[in-house]
């Protein structure tokens, strides 16, 4: 089959084959792909255990999909464009020529670090080229990724190198974000205080600030390029790599206190992610594709890097913020370089939206055709912002819903196809069986309905394990529901069969499109020295989606509270990292549990909310008197 669809008639067509014959339509897909060896068997699949495995018996290596079998047709064309932090800086474009050469080249350098195949490797780098090329060499050799986002703190990324047991971490000196310098080898630096598995640091040269090298653990990028180079390493061959193989390892929230290390594998991963990303957007070759996230996400994993490397296609990749130097720079990167295709967040729509449209009048945005959104419901205001005074009422909106476990997008309109209905995310891709179920785990049919959104059978980019605690992923994902998997998400499917998701069932809040586990939030609360107990929970926020808000029960605060939240605050930027930062801190005298000692979250949510009247039954609580006192409290 071919990714291009191009009329409702045609997606209807498609869709119901992928449900009768599951199979043949996901091999017609992979057939599209480089294999080394093609698969025995296309999928063998159980949710119990779970063990999903597709493609079995086949070879292939994810890079060789993503450059070389490009350079027969577009040596030439540009894989990657750069766009600085500093407009003033120069912007940099890498062929697929150069970044096949890159790739290998820093491959090798791995390789003379002692890296190899399915040894762990932690990414921590602010957005570069070298950022991309680093997980491509890993992927070349068969090493593991586990890119930690640039704004986590020494102690989480302390724990994330633990849990995969990472031997090398790339990482280096420091980063440029709008006005602001962040010091990544000195966050290194301290979380490898915890590391005893790591021997090796490489550093790339960014901003070159002050930082310590190491002796015998620590060595410079360049240093390393010029060795191999000088040795004339400039030729790696890519590691041959099972279907199921490992290909990263990716960190997320969940309703427990410590994230888990989502898995993917190397076949089917990359062929969902190729697969989707042709058919969502409707690429067309030499269209610029511009997504907004940071590789340190699955976005950015799925939709800068192996989606459209895959497709060949030409992927931007920008080092700064969307507000700097002023609200304008993503219509300046967009005129600047003629993007064909935005994929950005809703936080970001509405915080632009919220500057005002002189920062978007005098940007030439014609070349644009297609809009994406992703990370969190967008609701209709910032849809019709975005279609009208971005898009100019010319270009689709496809509001596309996933997860880091999905690999890729699941529900989403096809550019140019799907009737759009703003906040809905549409329709199920070709291939994808969304399922909705009510409390008790019966199906809910028919339209008009809502319920917990799960899906039905396996597709290629599935997550495959929970690293290190397989026992973690089933009973996260796969024993709620029988035989089907629970993505954690409340969904409406409207008359017309449309699904809207409401947002997440369980204790997982979703702050600018980046989820953040409460538990996580109170254990970083609770290290703090004067806090007793607390309790975290979202409330709507106009320009993040949710926010953050902490009840906090603490003695010292009646000294002074102002001061007090304040060290609250640090201390949770210091233990996760700035994005977890509570918004509000309401000191508390209780919280409100039952008799058997559960907080009641919905009466928390519901005052955060600042819906003070409707709490609902507070008669099971051990003190209802509690309620009053937080209510009265309430910070607005
Ligand atoms: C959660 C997954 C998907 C990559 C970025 C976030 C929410 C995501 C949408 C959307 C409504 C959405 C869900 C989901 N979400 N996209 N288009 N509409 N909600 O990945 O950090 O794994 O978060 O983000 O609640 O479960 P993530």
């Not at 590789?295 to 895959?310: C, D, E, N, Q």
């Amino acid at each position: 089959m071919s990714f291009r669809i191009s009329s409702m008639e045609e997606y209807r067509e498609v869709y119901r084959k992928s449900v009768e014959q599951p199979e043949a339509f996901w091999a017609e897909i992979a057939g599209s792909f480089l294999w080394k060896k093609k698969w025995d068997r296309v999928l063998d699949w159980n949710f119990k255990e779970p063990d999903i495995r597709w493609f079995s018996g086949g070879t292939l290596n994810i890079t060789e999909n993503c450059l070389d079998r490009h350079l027969e047709t577009r040596a030439d064309q540009p894989a990657i464009i750069w766009e600085p932090n500093d407009p003033e800086e120069h912007h940099r474009v890498l062929t697929y020529r150069q970044l096949h050469q890159k790739v290998c080249l820093f491959a090798n350098v791995l390789k003379n670090n002692g890296a190899k195949k399915g040894d762990r490797i932690c990414i921590y780098m602010p957005m570069v080229p070298e950022l991309a090329i680093a997980v491509l060499a890993c992927a070349r050799i068969g090493a593991v990724h586990s890119v930690v986002f640039g704004g986590f703190s020494a102690q989480s990324i302390a724990d994330r190198i633990q849990d995969a047991q990472c031997e090398l971490v790339i990482t280096a000196d420091g980063g440029f974000r709008g006005n602001k310098e962040v010091p990544l080898k000195n966050v290194i630096d301290d979380a490898l205080v915890q590391c005893p598995s790591v021997r090796r640091v490489i550093v790339l040269t960014r901003n070159r600030t002050p930082v310590s090298m190491i002796k015998g653990r620590d060595v410079w990028w360049e240093d390393e390029i010029k060795k191999a180079e000088t040795l004339g390493m400039l030729d790696c061959p890519a590691e041959e790599m099972d279907a199921e193989d490992m290909l990263f390892i990716l960190y997320t929230s969940g309703s427990t206190g410590k994230p888990k290390g989502v898995v993917h594998t190397c076949g089917g991963y990359m062929v969902y992610t190729g697969y989707t990303f042709k058919t969502v957007f409707q690429y067309e070759p030499g269209d610029v594709h511009f997504c907004t996230a940071d590789i340190g996400w699955i976005t950015g994993h799925s939709y800068i890097v192996y989606g459209p490397l895959s497709q060949g296609a030409t992927t931007l990749i920008f080092e700064g913020v969307p507000t700097w130097p002023d609200a304008g720079r993503f219509w300046d990167v967009v005129d600047k370089f003629k993007v064909n295709v935005l994929y950005t967040a809703p936080t970001a729509i509405r915080s632009l939206m919220q500057s005002g449209l002189e920062y978007v009048e005098g940007h030439d945005l014609s070349s644009l055709k297609v809009l994406g959104s992703v990370g969190e419901p967008i609701n209709q205001e910032a849809w019709h912002w975005y279609h009208e005074h971005i898009g100019k009422k010319r270009c689709p909106v496809v509001d596309t819903w996933w997860q880091t476990e999905t690999g890729g997008i699941l529900i989403s309109p096809i550019a140019g196809v799907t009737p759009a209905k703003p906040s809905y995310a549409t329709l199920p891709l070709p291939g994808v069986q969304p399922v909705l179920v009510d409390e008790k785990g019966e199906e809910i049919e028919g339209n008009g309905v809502s319920g917990n959104l799960c899906i039905r059978f396996p597709w290629p980019g599935m997550l495959r394990t929970t690293y290190g605690d397989h026992e973690r992923c089933r009973t996260n994902y796969f024993a709620a529901y029988d035989n089907l998997y629970f993505t954690g998400d409340g969904c409406l499917r409207d008359e017309d069969g449309y699904y809207r998701i409401t947002g997440r069932v369980d204790d997982v809040i979703n702050v600018s499109g980046h989820r953040i586990g409460t538990a996580e939030v109170e254990n970083a609360i609770n290290m703090h020295s004067d806090v007793i107990e607390s309790a975290v929970v979202g409330f709507p926020h106009d320009i993040k989606g949710q926010g953050i808000y902490a009840f906090v029960i603490s003695e010292q605060h009646l000294n002074d509270s102002d001061l007090t939240a304040k060290d609250i605050a640090m201390t949770v930027s210091r233990i996760i990292g700035p994005i977890a930062r509570p918004d509000k801190i309401q000191f508390v005298p209780g919280l409100p549990k039952t008799r058997s000692g559960k907080i009641m979250r919905r009466i928390l949510r519901k005052i955060a909310e600042g819906d003070l009247v409707n709490l609902g039954d507070t008669s099971t609580l051990l003190d209802p008197s509690v309620v009053d006192e937080i209510r009265n409290g309430r910070i607005a």
